[in-house]
Nanobody
């Protein structure tokens, strides 16, 4: 069983920055591939960013490329999503997720690849 707890959401003006963190339980965090998804009101949950088990490989949705950065701290069992140049369309509930049986070097991109999910954290960007 893996527990994921997100933090860092909030209200920010357009152009601002936020840093989301997700703390994972378990002793084998370094073996997980991690990802971030988001769900805007009335819309389906969509992929935002992912990092492979081999932490050197990342992948981003086109809508956030160049503005968001995903990273991990294996010593702290934490995955971080640094968000900058935020836009009102980034408003959503953000979820982190863990893939316990990932490819070594390919980030996990699909929701069905992930085994555990956090409860989500709200990000609201005002115009």
């Amino acid at each position: 069983q893996v527990q994921l707890v997100e933090s860092g959401g909030g209200l920010v003006q357009a152009g601002g920055s936020l840093r989301l963190s997700c703390a994972a339980s378990g002793r084998t965090f370094s073996n997980y591939a991690m990802g971030w998804f988001r769900q805007a009101p009335g819309k389906e949950r969509v992929f935002v960013a992912a990092i492979s088990r081999f932490r050197g490989n990342t992948h981003y949705a086109d809508s956030v490329k160049g503005r968001f950065t995903i990273s991990t701290d294996n010593a702290k069992n934490t995955v971080v999503l640094q968000m900058s140049s935020l836009k009102p369309e980034d408003t959503a509930v953000y979820y982190c997720a863990a893939d316990l049986a990932p490819y070594m070097t390919r980030p996990s991109l699909g929701e069905n690849e992930y085994d555990y999910w956090g409860q989500g954290t709200q990000v609201t960007v005002s115009s």
